[in-house]
């Protein structure tokens, strides 16, 4: 194992894409940011230097961090944010995950621009559970906004107002060939007749659940969020926000030019960015001028196409990857997740739109929850966050009956190895929706899934804890639940929350907060010195 290095710039940069240039906030000038190479093991050291006018984080989503939940990057969770001027210095250790994973700013809406790939190899001399690709490519879908991200989530935070979507879907930043302005360019994949590559990709779209295809090439799903899977072969991925998936794709079409398109899945009426963002795989000694394979992606409200994906993906299970999946539960939980009335019903903003987690709209602390955890401060947080409904309901009935929220910083106690399981149900307070729900520092396997209210005296008998996917960010469906386990084998405090950032500003969040261990390894390591101060 050894230690790799990297010195993450925060920097404005002028960016043109759909005709608009504009300043964004970048990691060393590159958009996408720079990717971080690192092999199953290794330890990661980046310094993280903020040049830029906000206050910045940097989360490692999905890295583990087992123990060492100071660098994990939420804002105010774990870390005050790095302000301008200041550095901090991430230092942490890849633990049992090998594949793709992304990091991105962890505050306001900034990681709409600053994210990028985390490509975790095997161990040296470790093969791939798979065959070996001939050549890999991170591929990172996102979006492209013309205005301000940072107006728009002031907007978001407005009475009575929806927050405006993105103007364009990219891949690899760029809105691609089918847009408006494709003389800008866009990216492009070489590729050999025969050979075998293996594409990471990456959802680091804000706001938007995204399908995607590749015209006359079907894909292998070897991987998600850093986990071996049973090779799964389709022809149109899910991935939500914060996902990550790695597939092969064959180069069997002998020549020609083929696209490769990404769009949104929502299946309700909410707006939605309807923009498909384009990139082109081009087979070697194809003439640039020939024309281009297309593909239609799937209707936005495609929710047969992305059910079926999602009940596709099972674990690898095997003698060397097993699927440690807990098979007793000491603290069973049920959380409501979805939309709430506003509590101040004469408060100026009384109309703003609010969502919460069994009734509990999450209000951020001033400073970070980790350092109040470990310095016993009292006052920033209590420990009360309800592992139940307080008034259960016809969660998707209609209309629902219970719309109420209350304003808390709460957070729910786990003492260290317990066995965790969480369902989480969806709610029709204002509509169903579907929820990518994202834990941190922890992988937690997903073990059942539902339409309609979660029953607790049937719905368990169909658990799979054999083969569960395992990951760290889960789609609960539209009207429907979805049920996860973990063990909390990491103290600290994690967050929990909906990775659609509009969501996580109106307050679909909350935290664990895990005890140490009594053994001589289950401590959360001591603050480091340049931690940042609020
Ligand atoms: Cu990728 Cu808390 O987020």
Not at 212 to 238: C, M, Q, R, W
């Amino acid at each position: 194992c050894r230690t790799r290095h990297y010195k993450f710039n925060v920097v404005l940069r002028n960016k043109t894409r759909l005709c608009h240039t504009k300043p964004i906030v970048t990691v060393n000038g590159k958009f996408p940011g720079p990717t971080l190479y690192a092999r199953e093991g290794d330890n990661v050291v980046v310094k993280v230097t903020n040049h830029v006018q906000y206050n910045i984080t940097i989360h490692w989503h999905g890295v583990r961090q087992l123990r060492t939940g100071w660098y994990d990057g939420p804002a105010y969770i774990t870390q005050c944010p790095i302000q301008t001027g200041q550095s901090y210095v991430y230092n942490f250790t890849l633990t049992g995950q090998r594949g793709t994973l992304l990091w991105h700013a962890h505050i306001l809406w900034l990681r709409a621009t600053v994210h990028g790939a985390i490509v975790i190899l095997p161990k040296l001399n470790v093969p791939y559970p798979f065959p070996k690709p001939d050549k890999e490519v991170v591929v990172i879908l996102g979006e492209w906004w013309n205005s301000d991200v940072e107006a728009v989530i002031n907007t978001a935070m407005q009475a009575g107002v929806a927050p405006n979507v993105s103007d364009a879907h990219t891949i690899n930043s760029y809105p691609g060939p089918l847009s408006n302005c494709s003389s800008e360019g866009g990216f492009t994949i070489p590729v050999e007749s025969g050979k075998t590559y293996m594409l990471r990709i990456i959802n680091a779209a804000l706001n938007e659940e995204l399908f995607f295809k590749v015209a006359g090439h079907s894909l292998t799903v070897v991987e998600v969020d850093a986990i071996y899977t049973k090779p799964f072969k389709t022809n149109t991925l899910l991935i939500t926000p914060g996902q990550t998936t790695n597939v092969l794709l064959t180069a069997d079409q002998g020549s020609g030019k083929y696209l490769l398109a990404t769009s949104p899945f929502m299946d309700t009426p909410v707006p939605v960015d309807n923009a498909t963002g384009t990139a082109i795989l081009h087979y070697t000694g194809t003439l640039a001028t020939s024309a281009t394979t297309f593909t239609n992606p799937p209707p936005v409200n495609a929710t047969p196409v992305a059910t079926s994906f999602t009940v596709g993906l099972r674990s690898l299970n095997s003698k060397a990857f097993p699927a440690n999946v807990p098979l007793t539960v000491d603290h069973s939980l049920f959380f409501t997740v979805g939309m709430g009335i506003n509590p101040c019903s004469t408060c100026a903003n009384a109309t703003r739109a609010v969502s919460a987690v069994n009734n509990v709209s999450f209000v951020m602390p001033t400073t970070a929850l980790l350092q109040a955890h470990y310095f016993k401060i009292s006052g920033v947080f209590t420990e009360d966050f309800p592992g139940n409904p307080l008034i259960p309901f016809n969660y998707t009935g209609t209309p629902p009956t219970n719309l109420q929220t209350m304003n808390g910083t709460r957070l729910y106690r786990l003492p260290y190895n317990s066995s965790v399981q969480v369902v989480l149900q969806d709610t029709s307070v204002l509509a169903p929706e579907n929820h990518p729900i994202h834990l941190h520092g922890f992988n937690f396997f997903a073990v059942g899934r539902g339409l309609g209210n979660f029953n607790q005296s049937t719905d368990p008998a169909n658990f799979n804890l054999v083969d569960p996917i395992e990951r760290n960010t889960i789609g609960v469906p539209k009207g429907g639940w979805t049920a996860i386990r973990f063990r909390a084998d990491n103290p600290g405090v994690w967050f929990l929350h909906c990775h659609l950032e509009v969501h996580t500003t109106w307050g679909l969040k909350m935290a664990f907060v895990v005890d140490n261990g009594k053994g001589p390894n289950e401590s959360l390591i001591p603050p480091p010195s340049d931690l940042p101060v609020c």
